[in-house]
């Protein structure tokens, strides 16, 4: 009934816009079709989806409006931070060159920018995993004064003087009225289609392509090293984890310590997903790797011991993960088979 309304709303409103265009030169925007629902489409080896679209369907018109906002950068004080400035596509939406991120008047952040991909599978989202729902998540990058230091009052407020978005805004919700909830869950629609399952792991996985004997004997080596923590298809059980990391006293991040204050969380945080790692350097919560080969020459010499370092790394009373040279080129052929080019490629995610 909703969707049937909205239908004929948007096909009233392709033909107001076209008499419109007729006397005007303004640009014409693509999404004002009749909107449609759509499916998210993901390998069946992949987890059960966390998005909850009930709430918020998924159609094709809120993600167009997604997508501009996620490159719009009026969501920022001064216009010129848009998500997709510290969410760079071909860096798998990370923030690249950049250790931790940068925001408004070149402000300095805590944290390494995460990459942002199969984000409707996860159950916990940042660094330290305050946030349990997509939804929440991009409230705290606009209002943090290191990053889009901007409201919700003044975004709506900006957008609103600005007749595209009215269009957008109706062409997805069916009215044109911009409130805070729906800059949230067409942002969180789109980020639910960023999706990234085109890996080479993955045409191995569905039989399509094999694995040279480097990426295989990696892929092995993996298993018995690093999937006790970088588990199933997401490369991460999404649990927090000592690594003995030095404190930085730079950015004075503890980790899971600044949501719980609980001393045994010290320096604890969210196993990163491992997809797409060959292209999110720097690494770690505060980028202090610049390679691949740092953070394995990390975990085979210098992990620290502390009370909190997880057990995985401290097995059999050595302090750190065993592994020569050559074990660590073939575990670095292998995580570079969770390459995805045609997920930072994909015209569909771009600006
Ligand atoms: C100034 C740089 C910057 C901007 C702008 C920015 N982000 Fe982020 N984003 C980050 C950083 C840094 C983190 C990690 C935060 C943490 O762990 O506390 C992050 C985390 C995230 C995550 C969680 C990823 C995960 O794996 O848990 C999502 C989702 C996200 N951002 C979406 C957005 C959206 C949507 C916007 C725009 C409204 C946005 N970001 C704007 C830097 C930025
Ligand atoms: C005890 C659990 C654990 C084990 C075992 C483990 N990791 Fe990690 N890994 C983590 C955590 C937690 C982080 C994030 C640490 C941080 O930033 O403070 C991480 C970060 C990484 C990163 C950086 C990711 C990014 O986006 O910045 C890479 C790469 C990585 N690990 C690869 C490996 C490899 C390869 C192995 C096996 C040789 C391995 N890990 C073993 C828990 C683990």
Redesign the pocket.
């Known amino acids: 009934m909703f969707i049937m309304n909205k239908s004929f709303f948007v096909i009233g409103l392709v033909f107001v816009s076209f008499l419109t265009c007729i006397s005007c030169s303004e640009e014409i925007i693509q999404p004002l079709e009749k909107d449609e629902a759509l499916n998210l489409h993901f390998p069946s080896y992949f987890p059960e989806l966390t998005f909850d679209a009930s709430g918020n369907p998924i159609t094709k018109n809120g993600i167009e409006l997604g997508r501009k906002l ?1 490159y719009e950068g009026r ?2 004080r001064n216009n010129t ?3 997709g ?3 760079i596509q071909e860096n798998a939406f990370t ?1 690249h060159g950049h250790n ?4 408004v008047d070149d402000r300095v ?1 805590i ?6 991909q199969n ?1 409707a599978f ?1 159950k916990k ?4 995993g ?2 349990h729902n ?1 939804n929440d ?2 409230i ?3 209002t943090e004064e ?3 230091d901007s409201s919700m009052p003044e975004i709506i407020s900006k957008l609103n003087s600005d007749f595209k978005y009215k269009k957008l805004f109706k062409a997805a919700y069916g009215d044109e009225s911009i409130t805070g909830e729906k800059i949230l869950k067409a ?1 969180c629609q789109f ?1 639910a289609t960023m999706i990234s399952a085109d890996a080479k792991y993955d045409r191995f996985k569905q039989g399509l392509e094999n694995l040279t004997v480097e990426e295989t004997q990696g892929m092995n080596l993996f298993n018995q090293k690093c999937a006790s923590c970088h588990s199933g298809e997401l490369f991460t059980d999404e649990s927090f984890r000592n690594t003995g990391m030095y404190y930085n006293t730079q950015f004075k991040d503890a980790g899971r310590y600044r949501v719980t204050l609980d001393q045994n969380d010290w320096m604890k945080f969210r196993v990163p997903s491992l997809r797409n790692i060959e292209y999110t350097a720097p690494y770690m ?1 505060d980028g202090r790797f610049y390679t691949l080969e740092a953070v394995l020459n990390f975990y085979s010499d210098n992990v620290e011991d502390n009370p909190n370092l997880d057990v995985e790394l401290k097995k059999n009373g050595h302090v750190g993960i065993n592994m020569n040279t050559q074990e660590k080129q073939f575990i670095i052929a292998f995580l570079k088979t969770l390459s995805d080019k045609s997920f930072i490629t994909n015209p569909k995610f771009s600006e």
Not at 100 to 103: A, K, L
Not at 111 to 116: D, F, K, L
Not at 125 to 128: E, F
């Open positions: 996620f969501l920022s931070i848009s998500c400035f510290c969410h923030h931790v991120s940068h925001g952040g944290r390494n920018a995460p990459p942002i984000m996860l989202y940042t660094w330290d305050v946030i997509l998540q991009p705290i990058p606009i290191n990053e889009m942002l980020m919560h």
